[in-house]
């Protein structure tokens, strides 16, 4: 299997959320509770993120998959090139299990692939975010923070203006955190497949959150008791932990 190569992203940031327009599009301004934070319109229309043969999976891992309580995923996993996936049952499968084999090393060289792309992309009206996103509204385009990210205050809206082939990349530089109870909301006809979030380190999805898209991360994805994903969960090189949550491929 070919080892993962990770690359640098040389983005011209633009816009960051410290910066962001009033809504009557007057000077910046940070947000309040009369002054809410509005994300500019990028004007660059951003490709789809390639997956090539890893768009059949629910969940791919790189050491281990592990499950405890009544998971469902709905969806392939694989497993490469570790060996161990527990859980199933009491998880229920819906869907093919590959453990390291041929249909799984193909997967895990895809997600090589589909990560840099992801990691590599840049444009000229690219949007810095940076802290908890909760409460905004992400239009389509590419988006980048330069450290982690949190949802944890208020829900996450993407907008999709009314065009269901709209592209959203998000890059996270490191650790993308859900707390508890927090959302992903699709408007504007928004599909979880066009969402890609590539993430530098790992992912953890709190009790009930609900998330959209495709997670790509470097190390490990964790989802905590009632967590959905409407999406895939894609993990280089560490593991995908799930305790009684429900995962579909979209």
């Known amino acids: 299997m070919k080892k993962m190569k990770l690359i640098a ?3 011209i940031v633009t816009v960051s959320l410290m910066t962001a327009c009033k809504k009557d599009n007057s000077s910046p301004s940070t947000s309040t509770s009369t002054n809410p934070v509005v994300i500019p319109l990028q004007t660059t229309v951003q490709a789809t993120v390639p997956l090539a043969s890893t768009s059949g ?5 790189g050491s281990t998959i592990t499950n405890t309580d009544a998971t469902t995923v709905t969806g ?8 161990s996936v527990g859980g199933f049952p009491p998880g229920i499968l819906n869907g093919t299990l590959y453990i390291n084999d041929g249909t ?3 997967a895990k060289t895809d997600l090589t692939a589909a990560y840099n792309n992801a990691a590599g992309r840049t444009c000229t009206d690219i949007v810095t ?19 982690s990210l949190a949802l944890s205050s208020g829900n996450l809206t993407f907008d999709a203006k009314g065009n269901a082939s709209a592209v959203f990349i998000i890059q996270i530089a490191s650790a993308l955190t859900v707390t508890s109870g927090r959302q ?8 979880a497949s066009n969402i890609f979030w590539q993430v ?14 495709t997670i ?3 190390q490990s994805i964790t989802f905590d008791t009632g967590a959905t994903l409407n999406g895939k969960a894609l993990a280089s090189i560490g593991g995908v932990t799930m305790a009684g949550c429900t995962i579909t491929k979209e």
Not at 76 to 83: K, V
Not at 184 to 191: K, P, R, T
Request: aromatic residues 8%; charged residues 5%.
């Open 9 to 11: 992203t040389f983005a």
């Open 104 to 106: 799984a090393n193909q």
């Open 216 to 218: 790509m991360a470097m």
């Open 57 to 61: 999976f629910a969940i791919l891992a």
């Open 184 to 191: 992903v909301i699709l408007a504007g006809g928004a599909l």
């Open 200 to 213: 530098g380190s790992s992912a953890t999805f709190g009790t009930t959150s609900v998330f959209q898209g």
């Open 76 to 83: 392939d996993i694989g497993l490469s090139p570790g060996s």
């Open 129 to 147: 975010i940076s802290g908890n996103v909760g409460g905004l509204t992400l239009t389509p385009g590419l988006y980048k923070s330069t450290s």
